[in-house]
Protein backbone atom coordinates (compact mmCIF):
# COMPACT_ATOMS: atom_id res chain seq x y z
CA UNK A 1 0.00 0.00 0.00
CA UNK A 2 1.92 3.35 -0.73
CA UNK A 3 1.27 6.10 1.70
CA UNK A 4 0.33 9.63 -0.22
CA UNK A 5 0.49 12.82 1.67
CA UNK A 6 -1.86 15.75 0.37
CA UNK A 7 -1.36 19.10 0.94
CA UNK A 8 -4.41 21.13 0.62
CA UNK A 9 -5.99 23.92 2.52
CA UNK A 10 -9.28 23.25 1.68
CA UNK A 11 -10.98 21.65 4.30
CA UNK A 12 -14.09 20.22 1.99
CA UNK A 13 -11.51 19.15 -1.03
CA UNK A 14 -9.07 17.26 1.65
CA UNK A 15 -11.75 15.10 3.13
CA UNK A 16 -12.78 14.37 -0.06
CA UNK A 17 -9.83 13.11 -1.54
CA UNK A 18 -8.82 11.54 1.30
CA UNK A 19 -11.62 9.42 1.63
CA UNK A 20 -11.76 8.59 -2.10
CA UNK A 21 -8.00 7.34 -1.79
CA UNK A 22 -7.99 5.51 1.05
CA UNK A 23 -10.98 3.64 -0.89
CA UNK A 24 -8.38 3.04 -3.53
CA UNK A 25 -6.19 1.59 -0.60
CA UNK A 26 -3.82 4.11 -0.45
CA UNK A 27 -2.98 5.16 3.34
CA UNK A 28 -3.18 9.08 3.36
CA UNK A 29 -1.73 11.36 5.69
CA UNK A 30 -2.60 15.06 5.30
CA UNK A 31 -1.31 18.74 5.56
CA UNK A 32 -2.64 22.30 5.15
CA UNK A 33 0.55 24.02 5.36
CA UNK A 34 4.07 24.04 3.63
CA UNK A 35 4.99 24.13 7.11
CA UNK A 36 3.02 21.41 7.98
CA UNK A 37 3.92 19.54 5.52
CA UNK A 38 7.52 19.97 5.76
CA UNK A 39 7.10 18.58 9.52
CA UNK A 40 5.45 15.77 8.71
CA UNK A 41 7.87 14.72 5.69
CA UNK A 42 10.62 15.23 7.94
CA UNK A 43 9.01 12.63 10.55
CA UNK A 44 7.88 10.09 7.77
CA UNK A 45 7.83 8.54 5.08
CA UNK A 46 5.70 8.82 2.21
CA UNK A 47 5.88 7.23 -0.84
CA UNK A 48 4.08 10.65 -2.99
CA UNK A 49 2.51 13.82 -2.59
CA UNK A 50 -0.40 15.44 -4.46
CA UNK A 51 0.51 19.08 -3.83
CA UNK A 52 -2.05 22.53 -3.62
CA UNK A 53 -0.06 25.71 -4.73
CA UNK A 54 -2.11 27.90 -3.24
CA UNK A 55 -1.88 27.64 -0.04
CA UNK A 56 -1.55 30.10 3.38
CA UNK A 57 1.21 31.68 4.28
CA UNK A 58 3.81 29.81 2.02
CA UNK A 59 2.97 29.04 -1.58
CA UNK A 60 3.27 25.29 -2.48
CA UNK A 61 6.32 25.82 -4.76
CA UNK A 62 8.29 25.85 -1.49
CA UNK A 63 7.64 22.92 -0.61
CA UNK A 64 8.19 21.26 -3.64
CA UNK A 65 11.85 23.19 -3.88
CA UNK A 66 12.14 22.10 -0.13
CA UNK A 67 11.21 18.21 -0.96
CA UNK A 68 13.42 18.20 -3.92
CA UNK A 69 16.76 19.42 -2.32
CA UNK A 70 15.71 17.31 0.83
CA UNK A 71 14.13 13.59 -0.62
CA UNK A 72 15.74 12.16 -3.32
CA UNK A 73 13.11 10.80 -5.51
CA UNK A 74 9.96 11.37 -4.03
CA UNK A 75 7.50 12.12 -6.54
CA UNK A 76 4.58 15.16 -6.66
CA UNK A 77 1.89 15.99 -8.62
CA UNK A 78 0.90 19.25 -8.18
CA UNK A 79 -3.37 19.75 -8.02
CA UNK A 80 -4.10 23.57 -8.46
CA UNK A 81 -6.46 25.50 -9.97
CA UNK A 82 -3.38 27.48 -11.48
CA UNK A 83 -4.51 26.56 -15.32
CA UNK A 84 -2.04 29.07 -17.07
CA UNK A 85 0.59 27.39 -19.64
CA UNK A 86 3.62 29.48 -17.01
CA UNK A 87 2.19 27.78 -13.97
CA UNK A 88 2.67 24.38 -15.36
CA UNK A 89 5.93 25.18 -17.00
CA UNK A 90 6.69 26.80 -13.84
CA UNK A 91 5.78 23.82 -11.65
CA UNK A 92 7.25 21.26 -13.86
CA UNK A 93 10.55 23.15 -14.04
CA UNK A 94 10.58 23.07 -10.93
CA UNK A 95 10.67 19.35 -10.25
CA UNK A 96 6.98 18.15 -10.30
CA UNK A 97 6.04 15.09 -11.69
CA UNK A 98 2.99 16.33 -12.44
CA UNK A 99 0.34 18.24 -13.44
CA UNK A 100 -3.42 18.72 -12.95
CA UNK A 101 -5.60 21.21 -13.21
CA UNK A 102 -9.20 21.22 -10.60
CA UNK A 103 -11.67 21.00 -11.17
CA UNK A 104 -10.38 17.48 -11.67
CA UNK A 105 -11.53 14.07 -12.86
CA UNK A 106 -11.05 11.15 -9.82
CA UNK A 107 -10.59 8.57 -12.41
CA UNK A 108 -7.93 10.37 -14.26
CA UNK A 109 -6.28 11.44 -10.99
CA UNK A 110 -6.22 8.17 -9.96
CA UNK A 111 -4.59 7.06 -13.42
CA UNK A 112 -1.81 9.71 -13.01
CA UNK A 113 -1.08 8.85 -9.66
CA UNK A 114 -0.85 5.40 -10.43
CA UNK A 115 1.82 6.47 -13.37
CA UNK A 116 3.68 8.77 -11.40
CA UNK A 117 4.38 6.00 -8.04
CA UNK A 118 5.18 3.24 -10.61
CA UNK A 119 7.69 5.50 -12.84
CA UNK A 120 8.94 6.10 -9.09
CA UNK A 121 9.47 2.53 -8.42
CA UNK A 122 10.99 1.52 -11.28
CA UNK A 123 12.40 2.36 -14.88
CA UNK A 124 10.69 1.48 -17.69
CA UNK A 125 13.39 -1.01 -18.89
CA UNK A 126 13.65 -2.86 -15.65
CA UNK A 127 10.39 -3.76 -15.55
CA UNK A 128 10.28 -4.70 -19.53
CA UNK A 129 13.47 -6.82 -18.77
CA UNK A 130 12.07 -8.43 -15.38
CA UNK A 131 9.09 -8.85 -17.40
CA UNK A 132 11.11 -11.18 -19.51
CA UNK A 133 12.87 -13.18 -16.51
CA UNK A 134 9.41 -14.95 -15.28
CA UNK A 135 8.55 -18.17 -16.86
CA UNK A 136 5.15 -17.74 -17.57
CA UNK A 137 1.62 -15.36 -16.57
CA UNK A 138 -1.75 -16.14 -16.68
CA UNK A 139 -4.39 -13.57 -17.00
CA UNK A 140 -7.66 -14.54 -17.68
CA UNK A 141 -8.18 -16.98 -20.82
CA UNK A 142 -4.55 -15.21 -21.42
CA UNK A 143 -1.08 -17.29 -20.75
CA UNK A 144 2.16 -16.12 -21.80
CA UNK A 145 5.50 -18.02 -22.05
CA UNK A 146 8.22 -15.68 -21.34
CA UNK A 147 10.94 -17.83 -22.58
CA UNK A 148 9.56 -18.69 -25.73
CA UNK A 149 8.00 -15.18 -26.67
CA UNK A 150 4.99 -17.28 -26.65
CA UNK A 151 0.77 -16.22 -25.88
CA UNK A 152 -1.87 -18.63 -25.73
CA UNK A 153 -5.66 -17.46 -25.63
CA UNK A 154 -8.43 -19.80 -24.90
CA UNK A 155 -5.23 -22.59 -25.40
CA UNK A 156 -5.12 -21.63 -28.95
CA UNK A 157 -1.63 -20.16 -29.62
CA UNK A 158 -1.57 -16.69 -30.77
CA UNK A 159 -0.17 -15.17 -33.68
CA UNK A 160 2.08 -12.51 -32.62
CA UNK A 161 4.57 -10.22 -34.30
CA UNK A 162 7.57 -9.64 -32.20
CA UNK A 163 6.72 -5.66 -31.40
CA UNK A 164 3.12 -7.01 -30.49
CA UNK A 165 4.27 -9.38 -28.16
CA UNK A 166 6.47 -7.06 -26.61
CA UNK A 167 3.39 -4.62 -26.22
CA UNK A 168 1.34 -7.82 -25.21
CA UNK A 169 3.73 -8.41 -22.67
CA UNK A 170 4.06 -4.80 -20.98
CA UNK A 171 0.31 -4.91 -20.83
CA UNK A 172 0.04 -7.82 -18.71
CA UNK A 173 3.16 -7.41 -16.46
CA UNK A 174 1.16 -4.22 -15.24
CA UNK A 175 -2.24 -5.27 -16.06
CA UNK A 176 -4.88 -3.02 -14.42
CA UNK A 177 -1.90 0.03 -14.57
CA UNK A 178 -1.24 2.55 -16.93
CA UNK A 179 1.17 1.59 -19.59
CA UNK A 180 2.43 4.92 -20.79
CA UNK A 181 3.54 5.53 -24.46
CA UNK A 182 6.86 6.18 -24.12
CA UNK A 183 6.76 3.12 -21.66
CA UNK A 184 6.18 1.07 -25.10
CA UNK A 185 8.07 3.03 -27.03
CA UNK A 186 11.45 2.39 -24.69
CA UNK A 187 10.88 -1.25 -24.32
CA UNK A 188 10.66 -0.93 -28.93
CA UNK A 189 13.65 1.06 -28.73
CA UNK A 190 15.36 -1.39 -26.55
CA UNK A 191 14.54 -4.53 -28.66
CA UNK A 192 16.10 -5.82 -31.78
CA UNK A 193 13.59 -4.85 -35.14
CA UNK A 194 11.73 -7.38 -35.95
CA UNK A 195 12.82 -10.31 -37.99
CA UNK A 196 12.35 -9.78 -41.98
CA UNK A 197 12.12 -6.25 -41.27
CA UNK A 198 15.01 -4.86 -43.60
CA UNK A 199 14.55 -0.67 -42.46
CA UNK A 200 13.37 0.06 -38.94
CA UNK A 201 10.23 0.92 -39.02
CA UNK A 202 9.29 4.21 -37.57
CA UNK A 203 8.35 3.75 -33.74
CA UNK A 204 6.60 6.17 -33.43
CA UNK A 205 2.36 7.05 -31.58
CA UNK A 206 0.88 6.28 -34.47
CA UNK A 207 2.80 2.60 -34.91
CA UNK A 208 1.75 2.00 -31.21
CA UNK A 209 -2.57 2.85 -32.33
CA UNK A 210 -1.44 0.63 -35.04
CA UNK A 211 -0.58 -2.20 -32.96
CA UNK A 212 -2.65 -1.50 -30.17
CA UNK A 213 -5.69 -1.54 -32.55
CA UNK A 214 -4.06 -5.23 -34.07
CA UNK A 215 -4.00 -6.68 -30.55
CA UNK A 216 -7.21 -5.34 -30.09
CA UNK A 217 -8.80 -7.78 -32.40
CA UNK A 218 -6.08 -10.72 -31.49
CA UNK A 219 -7.91 -9.99 -28.03
CA UNK A 220 -11.78 -10.44 -29.41
CA UNK A 221 -12.69 -13.55 -28.44
CA UNK A 222 -11.92 -12.99 -24.89
CA UNK A 223 -12.71 -10.77 -21.94
CA UNK A 224 -9.84 -9.18 -21.98
CA UNK A 225 -9.80 -5.29 -22.76
CA UNK A 226 -7.06 -2.53 -23.58
CA UNK A 227 -8.34 1.00 -22.87
CA UNK A 228 -7.15 4.05 -23.72
CA UNK A 229 -6.37 6.07 -21.06
CA UNK A 230 -6.49 9.65 -22.34
CA UNK A 231 -3.38 11.71 -23.00
CA UNK A 232 -1.58 8.77 -21.34
CA UNK A 233 -1.40 5.75 -22.95
CA UNK A 234 -3.16 2.27 -22.47
CA UNK A 235 -4.33 -0.02 -19.62
CA UNK A 236 -4.74 -3.95 -19.81
CA UNK A 237 -8.11 -4.43 -17.79
CA UNK A 238 -8.28 -6.86 -15.17
CA UNK A 239 -10.79 -9.59 -16.32
CA1 LIG B 1 -5.65 26.17 -2.02
Not at 109 to 123: H, S
Request: net charge negative.
Amino acid sequence: MATLLIVEDDALLLDALTGQLQQLDYSVCTATSVPQATALLQDQAVDGIILDLGLPGADGMELLTWARAHIAGLPVLILTARDGVEDRVLGLNAGADDYLTKPFNMQELQARLQAMLRRARQPAFTQASSAAGGASTTIGPLVLDHASHAAALNGDLLDLTQREWELLELLVHRCGEVVTRDDVLAAWRASPPEPGQTTAAPLNSNALEVYVHRLRKKLDQSNLAIRNIRGLGYMLEKP
